[in-house]
């Protein structure tokens, strides 16, 4: 019972974060919704509520790299505390990435 009890928490997180995996518009995402965290740690400093710190040259890579798809599943998914959802929307303009908007 106790094995239960502790598994069920981790599985119940896993289907979530499957769910938001597939939210990717039209192309499926590599990683998982942590990874992507993990990833655009460079841009936190540009996504902050009320930053007027542009995104770094070190940012912009990142979220080349992570892809259109992946950035929607990130704003459209949990909420991000310290992360404000419109700026982090507004990466892909400021670093001059030619990104389709993503729909909420």
Known sequence: MRLITMTLPVL????????????????????????????????????????????????CNALKALGQPCLCVLVNGLSISGVDR??????PEKCTINF????L
């Open 12 to 59: 119940v997180v896993m289907l979530v974060l499957t769910g938001l995996v597939d939210q990717g518009e039209g192309t499926m995402c590599a990683s998982t919704f942590f990874s992507y965290i993990v990833q655009l740690i460079p841009c936190r400093a540009a996504v902050v509520p009320f930053s007027p710190i542009p995104p770094s040259e070190t940012c």
């Open 86 to 91: 419109t700026m982090a929307m507004q990466l």
């Open 100 to 103: 389709e908007p993503c729909t």
